[in-house]
Structure formats: structure tokens, C-alpha cells
């Protein structure tokens, strides 16, 4: 039979035990970026266009936009540790458990996972698009320039 794994908390680590031990590697499975808030319809659609392009979403913390790449690191190994440990990036070793996401739930102000989701928010909060956008009464998203 199956049994779970109960999640460790931070406090109840052993003597010499890491977080890491018990973490899937949150920390190496994707990237987030600041990005200008949009405050156009021309913005909203370069935001668009970066999400059409895969694994990629949204999010907004502290009134600051965030675009997020989902994708593992290289070298993160079968065993959610890093490969290349002792030459890894000045910024992975900047980061410590201290304040990483293991106990987060990733609560955002404003989480966009699809295209549509933005485009929804934007037709919310932004002005009348120009006329064209709608066909039948169905939103219609532009099509990006040099994209059939």
C-alpha cells in the first residue's frame, strides 16, 4: 500500500537535516521576471504574446507584474538536487531556504495562466478596445503582426 509522505515543516528539521531534503526543487523548475505593468492594449498583447509561447503565466505581488517561465533547470537531477552544485550560478547561491517557497502556496494578487485570462482582465480594466476586436458578439484576439 501507498503510504504519503507527510510534509516536514521547518521547524521539526533534525539536527544536520536540509529543507531541500524534502522540497520537489520549486526553486529550480521555473523563473519569474519583473515586467512593465501594462497600461495599454498594445502592452496587454506583448504580455499576450509572450504566453502563447509555452509554458509561461502571470502573476502580479505587491502592486509588481511578473512574467514566470516554467521550465526544470539543466542540471536539476532525478533527485530534485542540483548537478552542478559546487559551480552553480552567483544567483542560485545567493538564494537560501531562509525565505524560498517551500511553504508557500502560491497565493498572488493576480494570477494569469492562459492568454484568455489576461485578455479577459484587460477587456475588464482598460478602456473600450477599437472597434474590430469582436465578431458575432465572440471576442476576438488581434493577431500579432507577421503571425497568420
Known sequence: MLQLQQK???ENL???EVLCDHCPAKCCRYFALPID???TWEEYDFIRWYMIHGRVSVFVEDDTWYMVVHADCKH???DNRCG???TRPQICRDYSTKDCEYDDDECYEKLFETPEQLWEYA???MPPKP???R????LQLPVLAGVE
Open 8 to 10: 516536514v515543516s521547518r
Open 84 to 86: 552542478i552544485y559546487e
Open 123 to 125: 477587456e475588464a480594466v
Open 37 to 39: 505593468t501594462p497600461d
Open 135 to 138: 465578431k458575432n458578439g465572440q
Open 14 to 16: 533534525k539536527n544536520g
Open 131 to 133: 472597434r474590430g476586436l
Open 76 to 78: 536539476l537531477g532525478e
